[in-house]
C-alpha cells in the first residue's frame, strides 16, 4: 500500500525558506527569502490537509486550486502543478512574492486553526514557478487562431498584462499604451527589489511580447495621443491605469522642501536599481542616506519606503502611523522584517505640522483608540497635552493613493465615475457605460491588491471575447 504523501502537518512543523540575516539584507536591493530546495518545498507541501471545503482556496481571489499543486509538488509532479497553478494566475512567480498569503490563503488554512501552523502556501508557489522558468515550461502565448479584432489597454500594470495575456491567448491582437518607459506599473516602479527582483517581472513582459503583445512607451493619455484615438483604433478599450495620485498632508509647513510623496521616493529607487541615471537620488531630493526620515503611514507603501530608507543609509528610520499595531493596514510579516532591519515604528501618533524649510522636525500629537467608526475600526483620537517634535531632513507620505480625474485628463467628460473619482464600471466584467470602454484593477475598485488587479484583468478579457464573439455570430446571421 502506498504511503500517504499528504496531511503530515502533525508530523512536521511550518517552515519558511531561510530569511537572509538582517545586517546582510539591509545593505542591497535582493530578495530576502532563499528559494526552497526540492526536497524541503515537498515536504512543506506534504502538511496540506487536502480539505474537502479548501478555505484556502474560496479565500484567494483567483479560486487558485492551491490542494490540487500542493499535492503534485508533494508527489512531485512539479511541471503538473506548474500548469494548475498557472491556469488561473496570470503570475504565479510574482503572486508568490508579494501577495500578503498571511491575510489571504495561509490566513484561512484549515490546519492553522487547529494549532499546527499554516502551510507555507506563497513559498511553494514561488518555488513551483521559479522551478517552471528554470525548466522552459513557462511559454509565450501561441494561440490556435489569429483573430482581427484588436483592443487597446491603457496601462501596463498588473490588471493591464493580465488582460493582455488572456486576450493574446484567444488570438485577439493586442496594444497596450503606458505612461512609463519600462512595463509592469507598480510592479516594476512601485515595488522593491527586496521583495520583488525586477528581473521576474521583465521576463514577464519580455515573454508578453514574444507572445504578441504590443507596448507604446511613454505615452501620456490625454498629452501623446488622445482617449478618442485610441477608441477609434480599437473595437475595445481596457483602462487599467491604477491609481497614482497621493493623499495629501494637512498642518502647517506641508509645504516645505523635504516632504515627498512615496511613488516618487520608490520609483527613484526602482529606477537607481535598473542603472538608470537619476538626478533626484543624485541631487540628494530623494536620497536617504545619512539622514533621519520619517514616513507617515500604516500601509505596505509605507514598509517599503521605510525598509528602502534603511537600504540607502539612512542615519534613523522611523515610521508614525496614528493606530496601533494591531489595526495597521499593512502585511504583519513585513512590520517584523522592518524591525529587523533596524525601522522604528511610533505607534498612535501623528503630524499636526512640520518645522523648517527644508522640514527639520514633524510635529507629533500622540492619540489614543476611541468608539469604532462607520467600518468598525477604532476612530484615533488626540491626546491633549502630548505633543511633541521628531527630528526630520526627509518626511515621505506614504497616506495612500486616489484616482487621477481622468474625464478631465482625457478631455472625455462622458467617461463616468463614481463619487470617489474611481471608474464606474461592471463588477464581473468591467464594462463601462460607454461602447466598448472597460476598466478594470485599482481604477474601479480604489487602491487594492495586486491579485485583485490580476483577477479583473482576467475576467474583464473573458468578457471582451464573449462580446465580440456575440457581434461576429450576429453579423453571420
Not at 535582493?30 to 530546495?37: G, P, Q, R, S
Amino acid at each position: 500500500m502506498a504511503k500517504q504523501p499528504m496531511l503530515k502537518f502533525v508530523s512536521i512543523e511550518r517552515d519558511m525558506p531561510e530569511k537572509r540575516a538582517a545586517g546582510a539584507r539591509n545593505q542591497d536591493f535582493d530578495e530576502i527569502y532563499a528559494e526552497f530546495a526540492k526536497a524541503k518545498a515537498a515536504e512543506q507541501a506534504s502538511r496540506c490537509s487536502q480539505c474537502g471545503v479548501p478555505y484556502c482556496q474560496n479565500h484567494c481571489p483567483l479560486h487558485n486550486n492551491i490542494p490540487d499543486w500542493l499535492n503534485l509538488t508533494a508527489t512531485g509532479r512539479l511541471e503538473e502543478a506548474y500548469q494548475v497553478s498557472q491556469a488561473t494566475n496570470t503570475f504565479p512567480e510574482i503572486c508568490g512574492r508579494i501577495c500578503p498569503q498571511d491575510r489571504l490563503c495561509e490566513g484561512n488554512c484549515v490546519i492553522e486553526s487547529s494549532g499546527h501552523g499554516t502551510v507555507t502556501i506563497g513559498a511553494v508557489e514561488k518555488y513551483i514557478t521559479d522551478t517552471a522558468w528554470e525548466n522552459g515550461w513557462v511559454m509565450p502565448v501561441s494561440p490556435a487562431r489569429e483573430r482581427s479584432e484588436s483592443v487597446g489597454i491603457i496601462g501596463a500594470g498588473p490588471g493591464g498584462l493580465a488582460a493582455a495575456e488572456r486576450l493574446r491567448t484567444e488570438g485577439v491582437q493586442v496594444t497596450v499604451y503606458d505612461r512609463y518607459d519600462r512595463a509592469g506599473g507598480l510592479l516594476t516602479y512601485g515595488i522593491p527589489g527586496f521583495k520583488l527582483e525586477k528581473d521576474v517581472v521583465m521576463r514577464r513582459i519580455d515573454q508578453l511580447e514574444q507572445g504578441g503583445v504590443k507596448f507604446v512607451q511613454n505615452c501620456n493619455v490625454g498629452e501623446d495621443l488622445s482617449f478618442d484615438d485610441i477608441r477609434s483604433k480599437h473595437d475595445a478599450v481596457v483602462i487599467a491605469t491604477g491609481v497614482y495620485k497621493t493623499r495629501d498632508l494637512q498642518g502647517p509647513g506641508a509645504g516645505a522642501k523635504g516632504i515627498e510623496r512615496a511613488i516618487d521616493y520608490l520609483t527613484a529607487s526602482n529606477r537607481l536599481n535598473f542603472g538608470d541615471t537619476v538626478p533626484e537620488i543624485e541631487s540628494g531630493q530623494l536620497d536617504a542616506k545619512g539622514k533621519k526620515v520619517v514616513v507617515i503611514g500604516g500601509g505596505d507603501t509605507a514598509m517599503d519606503c521605510v525598509r528602502t530608507a534603511i537600504r540607502q543609509g539612512a542615519e534613523s528610520v522611523k515610521c508614525l502611523y496614528r493606530r496601533d499595531r494591531a489595526n495597521m493596514p499593512g502585511s504583519q510579516r513585513e512590520v517584523q522584517n522592518a524591525e529587523e532591519e533596524g525601522v522604528i515604528f511610533e505607534w498612535l501618533a501623528a503630524p499636526a505640522g512640520f518645522h523648517g524649510d527644508p522640514v527639520n522636525a514633524v510635529a507629533v500629537q500622540k492619540m489614543r483608540l476611541g468608539a469604532p467608526d462607520a467600518s468598525g475600526r477604532q476612530s484615533p483620537e488626540v491626546i491633549e497635552g502630548a505633543d511633541y517634535n521628531e527630528a526630520a531632513d526627509l518626511v515621505i507620505k506614504a497616506l495612500g493613493f486616489e484616482p487621477e480625474d481622468l474625464p478631465t485628463l482625457w478631455g472625455c467628460e462622458e467617461l463616468p465615475v463614481t463619487r470617489w473619482g474611481t471608474v464606474k464600471a461592471a463588477f464581473t466584467t468591467g464594462e463601462t457605460e460607454l461602447e466598448g470602454v472597460y476598466a478594470v484593477g485599482d481604477i474601479v475598485r480604489g487602491a487594492s491588491l495586486v491579485v485583485w488587479a490580476i483577477k479583473d484583468g482576467r475576467d474583464c478579457a473573458d468578457a471582451i471575447i464573449k462580446k465580440l464573439d456575440a457581434v461576429n455570430q450576429i453579423a453571420a446571421e
